[in-house]
Each structure stands twice: as structure tokens, then as C-alpha cells.
């Protein structure tokens, strides 16, 4: 690189060379402060477009391919041949969207009184949809006796695998493989994303306690309803409790809330605050109507 | 900036090609490995206990 003077300026140009010696372009120089800021100027750009396709791919690139799982997740299990009960039990709904139990209990007393087992879905299979009616956003269930089929058409639903690793994660909610399957004795817990890969359970804050949910499986049609934490686990445990005491939340190694319950219950575990993956926000809900709801409502859990 | 490294670049006009396209594709993917790794990190992984 060779310093000359500009023949009619007088500034002072540089002399660029190729990698093999040829001359290729003639700039005037800057001072070492503009070449700076230029510099600076540069590396903001760049990372201002690194930061803007790491959350564009975080927030929305990765919901596109968690909806496509979930679509082929849901013809994985049209084409399992898994037959649904043709007519399950009505689900009593009050005005508020939340379920009727003292009307409820007439339903239970009605369904069979012995366990009806299900056998354990291989990792990484669907095998289960879960539905949250009441967070329908504009289309409310009616109140009035409701057929449990009827209520998974409201709310989001999801295809739930076997599974809690990140990679069944990805493609949607992931049952914790050491716990039983939902609708049967225990506690089925289930993870899922709260901001990332379609955000299945991104809205799990806005459940109140006596808010249905619903899980579909092999041998039918289960229904939970979320109950106060703090009737469940000891109070002293948790960070935080909702608004409507439908979650509670927990550091993010708090084990116990996947331990066994007596009667069957469901825990749905995500992250915790919003786009944050420190703690855990649970919500645990109560098995009411469904296969097995009369075995364990006798005390046989 | 891109043509000069371009340029700078060994062999023929062929390879050339070739040897910016893998570097493009190992930059791609480094760049996803580094979402996911910091996604994971900073915004949600995966709501699972323990």
C-alpha cells in the first residue's frame, strides 16, 4: 500500500493493491477516527441484523415448524385407527365458562367404576390432543350441558408426544415419560413452550381455577379442572400464585410438582416469566369426568 | 467488502464458487446453532422441572 498526494487536492490518497500485486482502486484516506466510527457504525448494523433474525426465527420461524409437526401429528393420529367413545359425557358449563361439579358429579356416578389402562405410547409418538376451552379467544363454549367432544372444538389444542426432551419438544407439548398417562391414576405432567416453537402453552396464566381441560386419548375423553395449587401443594413452595389461583409459580428445579398425587391429577409445566426461562409456571388440574373418573372418585387412586 | 473477500478467495473461478457457497453453509449453520443454544438460554427451554 503506497501514501501519495492527490494531484489536484493535495490530499493525501492510498494506493490499493490485489493479493497478487495488481493495483486495483485508488480511495482517498480516511483518518483513523472516521475509519473508527465507519468500523463501529459497521458492527452495530450487523448486529442489529443478527438480533433481529434471532428473534424473528425464535418468535415466529420456529411456531411454522412446530405447525407443521402438529399437522403431521394430528394425521399420525387420524391414521392410528384410535377410536374415540361416540358419545362422551356432557361436560356442565356455567356462565362464566368455568365447570359445574356439583352437576358434574351425577355424570361420574354414571360411568364405569373399573380402571381402564392404556397402553404407554413408544418416545417421541403422539398419542393424546389437549384443548383449553376456556381460553377460546372470541367463540366462548354455551353454557349448559356441553358434549366433552364438542368443547375440544374451542380453545387452542394441541397433539401431545410421548416425551420431555427438546426434541419432542419442538414439535409440541411432551409428556414426562416417568409419570402416568393422562386420564389415568397419578399425576400426568406435561411440558411445553411458553414464547418459543408455536408457544403451546403460552397462555396457561390466563387459566382460573375451575377452568376445563381437556385431554383426549386411546380410551377417551378425560376431563381436568384446574384447582387452586395451593389445595394441592404447600404454599410454601411457590414463588408466585395467579390471579385467579389457576398457577402457581416455581423454581425451575422443583421437582415435586411431577411427584405422585393421590387421585388422578394433571400438571402442565412451562417457562416462566414470559420470555424467560427461569422458573416454572404450573398448573394442576383435577380428573372429573372421563373413563376413569369414577374408579378414582371411589377412593381407588 | 463481500467481493473483495470474494476475490481473496485460492483457486479457479470454479472453486471459488464452491468454496463460498460451504462457507456460507457452515456460517448458516453456526448462526443456527447459536439461536438455538441462546434461545434455549435466554427466552424458553422448554418448560420442563429439574
Given at each position: 500500500?503506497?501514501?501519495?498526494?492527490?494531484?489536484?487536492?493535495?490530499?493525501?490518497?492510498?494506493?490499493?493493491?490485489?493479493?497478487?500485486?495488481?493495483?486495483?482502486?485508488?480511495?482517498c484516506a480516511m483518518?483513523?477516527?472516521?475509519?473508527?466510527?465507519?468500523?463501529?457504525?459497521?458492527?452495530?448494523?450487523?448486529?442489529?441484523?443478527?438480533?433481529?433474525?434471532?428473534?424473528?426465527?425464535?418468535?415466529?420461524?420456529?411456531?411454522?415448524?412446530?405447525?407443521?409437526?402438529?399437522?403431521?401429528?394430528?394425521?399420525?393420529?387420524?391414521?392410528?385407527?384410535?377410536?374415540?367413545?361416540?358419545?362422551?359425557?356432557?361436560?356442565?358449563?356455567?356462565?362464566?365458562?368455568?365447570?359445574?361439579?356439583?352437576?358434574?358429579?351425577?355424570?361420574?356416578?354414571?360411568?364405569?367404576?373399573?380402571?381402564?389402562?392404556?397402553?404407554?405410547?413408544?418416545?417421541?409418538?403422539?398419542?393424546?390432543?389437549?384443548?383449553?376451552?376456556?381460553?377460546?379467544?372470541?367463540?366462548?363454549?354455551?353454557?349448559?350441558?356441553?358434549?366433552?367432544?364438542d368443547l375440544i372444538?374451542?380453545?387452542?389444542s394441541y397433539v401431545?408426544?410421548?416425551?420431555?426432551?427438546?426434541?419432542?419438544?419442538?414439535?409440541?407439548?411432551?409428556?414426562?415419560?416417568?409419570?402416568?398417562?393422562?386420564?389415568?391414576?397419578?399425576?400426568?405432567?406435561?411440558?411445553?413452550?411458553?414464547?418459543?416453537?408455536?408457544?403451546?402453552?403460552?397462555?396457561?396464566?390466563?387459566?382460573?381455577?375451575?377452568?376445563?381441560?381437556?385431554?383426549?386419548?386411546?380410551?377417551?375423553?378425560?376431563?381436568?379442572?384446574?384447582?387452586?395449587?395451593?389445595?394441592?401443594?404447600?404454599?410454601?413452595?411457590?414463588?408466585?400464585?395467579?390471579?385467579?389461583?389457576?398457577?402457581?409459580?416455581?423454581?425451575?428445579?422443583?421437582?415435586?410438582?411431577?411427584?405422585?398425587?393421590?387421585?388422578?391429577?394433571?400438571?402442565?409445566?412451562?417457562?416462566?416469566?414470559?420470555?424467560?426461562?427461569?422458573?416454572?409456571?404450573?398448573?394442576?388440574?383435577?380428573?372429573?369426568?372421563?373413563?376413569?373418573?369414577?374408579?378414582?372418585?371411589?377412593?381407588?387412586? | 467488502?463481500?467481493?473483495?473477500?470474494?476475490?481473496?478467495?485460492?483457486?479457479?473461478?470454479?472453486?471459488?464458487?464452491?468454496?463460498?457457497?460451504?462457507?456460507?453453509?457452515?456460517?448458516?449453520?453456526?448462526?443456527?446453532?447459536?439461536?438455538?443454544?441462546?434461545?434455549?438460554?435466554?427466552?424458553?427451554?422448554?418448560?420442563?422441572?429439574?
Open positions: 500500500m503506497a501514501s501519495l498526494r492527490h494531484g489536484t487536492t493535495g490530499r493525501r490518497v492510498l494506493r490499493r493493491v490485489d493479493p497478487f500485486g495488481r493495483p486495483t482502486v485508488t480511495l483518518t483513523r477516527t472516521v475509519r473508527v466510527i465507519r468500523g463501529i457504525g459497521w458492527a452495530m448494523i450487523w448486529a442489529g441484523v443478527l438480533i433481529f433474525a434471532f428473534l424473528a426465527y425464535q418468535l415466529w420461524g420456529t411456531g411454522i415448524l412446530t405447525g407443521i409437526e402438529q399437522n403431521a401429528a394430528r394425521t399420525e393420529l387420524a391414521e392410528s385407527g384410535v377410536e374415540l367413545p361416540d358419545e362422551p359425557a356432557p361436560i356442565p358449563i356455567r356462565d362464566d365458562g368455568s365447570v359445574d361439579e356439583e352437576a358434574l358429579d351425577e355424570v361420574v356416578e354414571t360411568g364405569p367404576a373399573t380402571l381402564t389402562t392404556e397402553p404407554i405410547p413408544g418416545a417421541g409418538e403422539a398419542f393424546a390432543i389437549i384443548s383449553f376451552p376456556s381460553l377460546s379467544r372470541d367463540d366462548r363454549p354455551q353454557t349448559g350441558d356441553q358434549p366433552a367432544d372444538g374451542y380453545g387452542p401431545v408426544r410421548e416425551g420431555e426432551d427438546l426434541s419432542n419438544l419442538r414439535r409440541g407439548p411432551g409428556h414426562y415419560a416417568t409419570t402416568p398417562i393422562p386420564g389415568q391414576p397419578g399425576n400426568a405432567a406435561i411440558a411445553g413452550h411458553r414464547t418459543t416453537y408455536g408457544a403451546p402453552f403460552n397462555r396457561l396464566d390466563e387459566l382460573r381455577a375451575g377452568d376445563p381441560i381437556i385431554v383426549e386419548t386411546a380410551i377417551g375423553t378425560h376431563v381436568y379442572v384446574v384447582r387452586d395449587p395451593r389445595t394441592v401443594h404447600d404454599e410454601s413452595d411457590m414463588l408466585d400464585v395467579g390471579d385467579g389461583s389457576g398457577w402457581m409459580a416455581v423454581r425451575s428445579t422443583a421437582l415435586w410438582v411431577v411427584d405422585p398425587l393421590p387421585g388422578a391429577y394433571l400438571t402442565l409445566t412451562t417457562c416462566h416469566p414470559e420470555y424467560s426461562s427461569r422458573q416454572r409456571l404450573i398448573v394442576v388440574a383435577e380428573l372429573v369426568s372421563g373413563p376413569n373418573a369414577r374408579y378414582v372418585s371411589e377412593g381407588n387412586a | 467488502m463481500l467481493s473483495r473477500w470474494y476475490r481473496a478467495l485460492p483457486g479457479p473461478p470454479a472453486a471459488k464458487v464452491i468454496e463460498a457457497i460451504l462457507i456460507v453453509v457452515v456460517l448458516l449453520v453456526l448462526v443456527a446453532v447459536a439461536f438455538e443454544y441462546l434461545g434455549r438460554l435466554l427466552l424458553d427451554d422448554g418448560g420442563v422441572i429439574g
